[in-house]
């Protein structure tokens, strides 16, 4: 893989994965389905094109969120690695996955109008109620 490849895995080492950062667009999505399958006030997702992305070792267990949307995650330690979309739009990768979360930069919120009324973010990015404009996945 060529570009700004960016490596990341989850928590206990059994899936790891690479995607080429160059194009990638960073943002937080505050939605309801995030928290509930995270456990986290919000989720930082890299959405890159699925040519961009793979998988270095192991082999996730999946769960479908949503019509648009699987979420795949550690089978043993569960923690959260991507979504895909059945179209094959895109790929988003958790953020917090990344070996090294400031390799990106955020650039947008995404449900910003479910966003839990205690988490106050002070930045300037754009603000969209719910799915930002380019967004294909949920
Ligand atoms: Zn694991
Ligand atoms: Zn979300």
Known sequence: MT????????????IRYEFDASEAVVDLCHCATCRKSTGGATVAWAQVKPSAFALTRGVPAKYQSSSKGWRHFCGRCGGQLFMSDPAGHSIGVTVGSLDDADAVTLSAHGWDGSRPRWLCLSDDLPRYPADPPYDEVD
């Open 3 to 14: 570009g700004h490849v960016l490596t990341g895995g989850c928590l206990c080492g059994s």
